[in-house]
């Protein structure tokens, strides 16, 4: 080997120059060894989640770098907030085809970057590879809750109510708006709505902000993902138990009212539609207020929309006359 | 939706098929939530590493799915041997082109669970996605050390041996047998040896039975996954030493010698070929005497290959006048 050899390789360079200002937790050691080591707060278990997006499938290659960076990291988060974790710190794998350019990562490490300080959860590692497919980021996030303390899809009781952050179906229908040009027109969508709506796709809003008060008060939670039709599906089988939720009940921003009130139909993409990255959550009536309250004060709406009853994993959305909406496609699925 | 609406998704049935058998651990919650929850041995820091291998790239499409899979693992595996990690479990997150067969998966799953077993290192959790390109596997795998423990890259001092576990190069001939089908013939190599060779790629043999015996005795460590040379180089630069490695000590199997008896030029594919997955140690000479006999009492032959001296990074492999070796590449990377 050359005397002189202190050429580190491309992969060492990308390294350096965009993710070892984001792995400031000294346990990252500066990106500078195989592992990273974490002392876990005491009395606390960890949380462990993955998730992972991909180019052409969970994004439009054309969305801005920064958005997609800080999208992947927020689907993992929203999977921390719904278990009532804290986060701790994440990894980042990330498969990279040739053409990737510069300008394209400055703008992924810099959003990466801006969210790592928002949500205090710093770059702990991970790995850069090259791939002849499109680009595919994968985050394993790292919480804390404390010991015993996760909280579980499955702990939903008959006669716990169903609370929902936020608002349902804007991700749903952002999608929508992009795929078809015309539909704001048709439903004399202003653009100010419409760009919320295309935004709130492009950019989920998790809400760690309510971990620990959802940890406190919940009996059971899962964050909406793949359609809060399916979602509150998966929450029900393993609990035991069935749901029926009003569907007047769920709250709806300004554009997805302004849609449905043209295009009816449409209640279907907003129930099941996902990219949500609200929280879902059942807990007896009588802590509703508290909680609601201590979520308003932190900055979250939160929204009762139907109840737990007894049975066995079904789940009934009834409009005004009672009536169960069916659905063509109760949750959404990649496979 | 439909009050027997009872049907999974298409991820989910994959998941229940594949997967949920390698999620013994009680924390993995058999795959059925969003996240995983450890409790970590008392005392113990968490040790985190982050690996992915594309279809392609780090290994051939036509490769046994058992194995693909088992290496995804054991790269990982090797980060935490070297690091002096028990491993507590993984998360792998899947990304599979619509094409993949059952038959690939079932094959993928199989493996993947033989070396759960064998390793003791349960799958935890994880992401399955689709993907417009080839098969990718991202693994994040989770050990513990005792508080404060982690072996790092940078600990070794200026007199401390180098000592190397295993067979060094035998994947990267492996690699090169297999793109050049003439070399075994060319070197008259037997067809046993060749086979043990292209395996060593297909499967390294990672060095986790030796985890806390390096942490007792090691200064610094890494495993040998980009070659020899450039981990070396990865191990002194932090540390703010230099290393001289005799390149008769280095360690070869009899294939190794064979090929590189008729072919002395692939000194240079040893030495930095990568995918070795063998330990890369640095200790004062005392306690060499002592590591190398407990080792080979848990089966693994280690052995002495150099030294670190008083420098800035510079690393030298010497032949037996010693004239430092020249390396054209010192270092294997895809960028």
New interface residues.
């Given amino acids: 080997?050359?005397?002189?050899?202190?050429?580190a390789?491309?992969?060492?360079?990308?390294i350096a120059r965009y993710f070892r200002p984001l792995a400031r937790h000294p346990?990252a050691?500066a990106l500078?060894?195989?592992?990273?080591?974490?002392?876990?707060p005491a009395g606390c278990?960890?949380?462990?989640?993955?998730?992972?997006?991909?180019a052409?499938?969970?994004f439009f290659p054309e969305d801005p770098s920064d958005k997609v960076a800080r999208k992947a990291l927020r689907v993992n988060l929203s999977?921390?907030a719904?278990?009532g974790?804290r986060p701790l710190g994440f990894?980042?794998?990330l498969?990279l085809?040739g053409q990737v350019s510069d300008t394209w990562l400055a703008g992924f490490a810099s959003g990466l970057g801006a969210d790592v300080e928002l949500f205090g959860c710093p770059l702990?590692?991970?790995?850069?590879?090259?791939?002849?497919?499109?680009v595919?980021i994968?985050i394993?996030a790292?919480?804390a809750?404390p010991?015993g303390g996760?909280l579980?899809?499955?702990g939903a009781q008959a006669g716990d109510r169903i609370l929902v952050t936020g608002t349902i179906g804007d991700a749903a229908l952002g999608l929508l708006l992009r795929r078809d040009r015309a539909l704001a027109e048709r439903c004399g969508l202003a653009p100010g709505l419409r760009d919320r709506l295309v935004e709130r796709y492009l950019l989920p809003e998790p809400r760690n902000v309510l971990a620990q008060l959802l940890g406190a008060h919940a009996s059971a939670a899962?964050?909406v993902s793949?359609g809060l039709?399916?979602d509150l599906?998966k929450l029900c089988?393993?609990s035991g138990v069935a749901a029926e939720v009003e569907i007047a009940r769920v709250p709806l921003s300004e554009g997805a009212r302004t849609i449905l009130s043209r295009e009816p139909a449409l209640i279907e993409t907003i129930v099941t539609g996902g990219d949500d990255y609200e929280v879902l959550a059942t807990m007896s009536g009588g802590r509703i207020d508290g909680f609601r309250r201590q979520a308003s004060a932190l900055g979250v709406a939160v929204t009762e929309i139907g109840k737990i009853i007894v049975g066995k994993?079904?789940?009934?959305?009834l409009d005004a006359a009672g009536r169960?909406?069916?659905?063509a496609h109760?949750?959404?699925?990649?496979?």
Same sequence: chains 1, 2.
């Fill in positions: 080997m050359r005397e002189d050899e202190t050429a390789s491309g992969e060492d360079r990308l346990g050691f500078d060894d195989d592992a990273a080591a974490l002392t876990l278990d960890l949380v462990l989640t993955a998730d992972a997006i991909v052409g499938i969970h999977d921390l719904a278990k974790a990894l980042l794998t498969a085809p702990l590692g991970g790995d850069t590879v090259r791939t002849s497919g499109p595919t994968s394993t790292v919480g809750v010991h996760m579980r899809r499955s899962i964050d793949d039709a399916g599906a089988r393993p994993g079904e789940t009934r959305f169960p909406l069916l659905l109760p949750s959404f699925s990649h496979f």
